[in-house]
């Protein structure tokens, strides 16, 4: 019997090992919520980790500063208090992505006494905003007045200017009696839609988008429709942002389908060029593909 206690012993031992780790275990749990699953498209999501341990615990927390497929937008402050007989800790974090369709936002990990846990992922529904054809416009703020100190001398100044131009008009007048020439009126030598079909045959021979010029590529897009729109309908489309142009286009016989489609895409131009979003190879080819149609259906609408 006595040369069987320090067996006995030790075996004491390592279940008492093995009950204290199983119970500290079994205090330890991660928690990971949200305060919504869909969003649109660069909307933020508040994302809660809550972490339970032991008290006197050593926790080592989370250190990536990027997510695939989200961005984080704030990071907050980590809080704690006593929880019964261990802690309860606490972080904000605001996120975002820019990504659209169902994204699965990832596990983060947090090690407590050298193991490692992982948060739940959580998907999340990432979608652009729908146009809505039957939108109110926003009512036009009235003109505010100026007072210029310059006013007085902005008489003098068309009268001038007046002067000056009768004086050059004469003078060409003059000028093309005494040559005997006739002044030719320069027009352009294609159409709004010959020109705008081969601007886009011209940018797709380019391939931008794998030269790392993504931006540039849909910068050049954007253009191509707005100055076709400006020549074929007559719209000051150079003028106007996209969403002002969205709205102006919405004034056309075009069906909700493909002005939405039309509309997603001078969208997804704002965010590339003023979000640093860069599309995939499909999204970039299926927005060439849109510009492309809509410029054949706006060549047969009537403004």
């Not at 006995?8 to 079994?26: R, S």
């Not at 490692?116 to 999340?124: A, E, F, N, Q, V």
Request: proline fraction near 4%; include cysteine.
């Amino acid at each position: 019997m006595r040369r069987n206690l320090p067996h006995i012993a030790t075996c004491l031992l390592v279940f008492e090992i093995v009950v204290q780790t199983v119970f500290a275990q079994a205090n330890i749990s991660l928690k990971a919520t949200v305060n919504r699953n869909k969003i649109l498209i660069g909307e933020p999501i508040r994302l809660t980790l809550e972490l339970k341990t032991p008290a006197g615990a050593d926790i080592s927390w989370f250190t990536q500063d990027s997510l695939t497929h989200f961005e984080f937008v704030e990071k907050g402050k980590i809080d704690s208090l006593a929880d019964g007989d261990g802690r309860m800790f606490r972080q904000d974090i605001l996120v975002t992505s820019f990504d659209s369709g169902t994204q699965i936002l990832p596990s983060l990990p947090i090690t407590v006494n050298g193991t490692t846990y992982l948060s739940d992922s959580i998907p999340i529904q990432v979608s652009f905003a729908k146009a809505n054809p039957n939108a109110d416009y926003n009512d036009i703020k009235d003109i505010v007045d100026v007072q210029n100190p310059l006013a007085k001398y902005i008489v003098w100044a068309v009268v001038a200017m007046t002067v000056i131009s009768a004086l050059l008009v004469f003078y060409f007048i003059r000028k093309k009696k005494t040559d005997g020439k006739i002044i030719k009126q320069i027009v352009p030598k294609l159409s709004p839609y010959e020109e705008a079909l081969k601007s886009l045959d011209d940018l797709k021979k380019q391939n931008l988008p794998a030269n790392g010029q993504t931006k540039l590529y849909y910068t050049r897009l954007n253009d191509i429709l707005r100055q076709f729109v400006l020549r074929k309908l007559q719209i000051a489309s150079m003028v106007k942002t996209n969403e002002e142009l969205i709205m102006q286009l919405r004034q056309l016989n075009i069906s909700p389908d493909e002005f939405s489609q039309l509309a997603q895409a001078l969208r997804m131009s704002d965010f590339v060029k003023f979000a640093k979003y860069l599309p995939d190879e499909n999204a970039n080819e299926q927005n060439f593909s849109i510009i492309h149609s809509s410029v054949e259906l706006l060549n047969k609408t009537e403004n």
